[in-house]
């Protein structure tokens, strides 16, 4: 009677205990599955095609289990190269990250997996992909900029409304200016753009989509064996394809609303969806701080104007 063992533990045993058995201990797992040897241009030995007779490292005692065999083959014909298809995937790998993710979406599109690597490299190493991440910590976009002297410098980008009502960059206000009226003209709503990092959004999508890949082949694993091995049966990866999402929601972002399924269009969130902040609030104060202002710098103009004429 067969035994039943999931595949991810059947890929473990395989590559770590059965695979390397024959072998000099110092082979790599890619010769066991039919990798072709990446010869290393700092490899005297290799490339001049001067290999030892000997191994200095021994041997690993023992002969590998048919399975095992039949096992390597199998993961010699998983696809090397894997992609994300449509923007709507990207974002499924960003889950609770998507909405401060910006283009880290449109950037996974971009990326190239391999899944073989992936599935040999986790199985030897006894591990699975990571896709847990804390929160990412937000930090001011900044920039860079020659100042008069040539120096480079770096900047915070704050932007706020023009006269046309445009976005345009403010520059800071300096030395008395900036004691006496504020770095920034309040009445230009000035805002300044955020950088999620600590983890970075892009880091986490691919991480993730590194973990649906290695998730995906041992599925494909699982099917392409079952009922070819001796003395096994393997079953599909208990580990889950998306854990950092459950019934299309994302697990750790979603508040239960304690109602029926169903009743409410749209769960309730931690950070619930506002709209864009207006202008900021001015005290009285300030209005009329900034009333005196304006009426100073017309009777300012004024004078000037009299003292021309």
């Known amino acids: 009677m067969k035994k039943l063992i999931d595949i991810e533990k059947l890929l473990q045993w395989a590559m770590r205990d059965e695979l390397p058995k024959g072998r000099p201990v110092s082979a790599e797992i890619g010769h066991v599955i039919g990798r072709r ?14 290999l030892p007779d000997v191994d200095c490292f021994g041997f690993v005692p023992g002969e ?13 014909g998983l696809v090397t190269e894997g992609r994300l298809e449509t923007l709507d995937d990207a974002v499924l790998m960003l889950g609770e990250f998507a909405p401060i993710a910006g283009d880290a979406a449109a ?13 040999v490299s986790h199985a030897v190493l006894h591990r699975r992909p990571p896709w847990q991440f804390e929160m990412a910590s937000p930090y001011p976009a900044q920039y860079e900029y020659r100042d008069k002297a040539g120096s480079l410098r770096t900047r915070t980008r704050v932007e706020g409304y023009g006269m046309d009502g445009h976005l345009v ?10 004691q006496a009226r504020g770095v920034y003209d309040l009445a230009c709503a000035p805002r300044c ?34 009922g070819q091995l001796t ?20 697990v750790t972002r979603v508040l239960s609303d304690g109602l029926p399924p169903g009743l409410l269009g749209e769960k309730l969130r931690l950070q619930p969806q506002r709209p864009a902040a207006g202008p ?11 009333r005196g202002e304006v009426n100073y710098r017309a009777a300012v103009r004024a004078k000037r104007l009299a003292a021309r004429a």
């Open 64 to 76: 590998p289990h048919p399975d095992a065999w039949l096992v390597a083959e199998a993961v010699s």
């Open 169 to 178: 960059e403010l520059r800071p206000r300096r030395g008395r200016a900036a």
């Open 193 to 226: 753009h955020l950088v999620w990092n600590d983890p970075a959004p892009l880091a986490v999508g691919d991480a993730r989509a590194e973990y649906f890949a290695w998730r995906a082949a041992l599925a494909s694993l699982a099917a392409g064996l079952a």
């Open 107 to 119: 950037a996974l599109l971009m990326k190239v997996w391999n899944p073989q690597a992936i599935v």
């Open 280 to 290: 900021p609030v001015e005290s009285s104060i300030e209005r009329e701080a900034r």
């Open 231 to 250: 003395s096994f049966e393997p079953t599909p990866p208990a580990a889950p394809a998306m854990p950092w999402i459950l019934d299309d929601e994302i």
């Open 37 to 50: 040897h990446r010869r290393r241009p700092f490899s005297l030995a290799l490339n001049a095609g001067v």
